[in-house]
Nanobody
Framework: QLQASGGGLVEPGGSLTLSCLAS?????????MGWYRQAPGKQRELVAG???????NYADSVKGRFTISKDNARNTVYLRMSNLKPEDAAVYYC????????????????WGQGTKVTVSS
């Protein structure tokens, strides 16, 4: 189970940090923890991901502004968002794609409930 939090209203240029707390599964064993977002009328898109080996990837639209990180001890993944733009407004979801177990990958595809980010002055 994943629980996302940290969304809210922020002015353009502002910053916000989202958190995704996992329970029932250790994120240390998750193949890729990802943050996705979905704006009204648009498809859900990948924003950032971090692999079990700490490799990160970002959507071009957020490179240099967003940073994904994870704290295995706290079983939490973070998304630090800076220099927010109105087009960043969306509901943000965290995802755990697959689970490593005894050297094999198993499908997980767990989603958090979403946290809303509004960027407006």
């Amino acid at each position: 189970q994943l629980q996302a939090s940290g969304g809210g209203l922020v002015e353009p240029g502002g910053s916000l940090t989202l958190s995704c707390l996992a329970s029932g599964v250790s994120i240390f064993n998750v193949n890729v923890m990802g943050w996705y977002r979905q704006a009204p009328g648009k498809q859900r898109e990948l924003v950032a991901g971090v692999s079990n080996r700490e490799k990160t990837n970002y959507a071009d639209s957020v490179k240099g502004r967003f940073t994904i990180s994870k704290d295995n001890a706290r079983n939490t993944v973070y998304l630090r968002m800076s220099n927010l733009k109105p087009e960043d407004a969306a509901v943000y979801y965290c995802n755990a794609d697959m689970l490593w177990n005894a050297g094999e990958l198993f499908d997980l595809n767990a989603w958090g409930q979403g946290t809303k980010v509004t960027v407006s002055s």
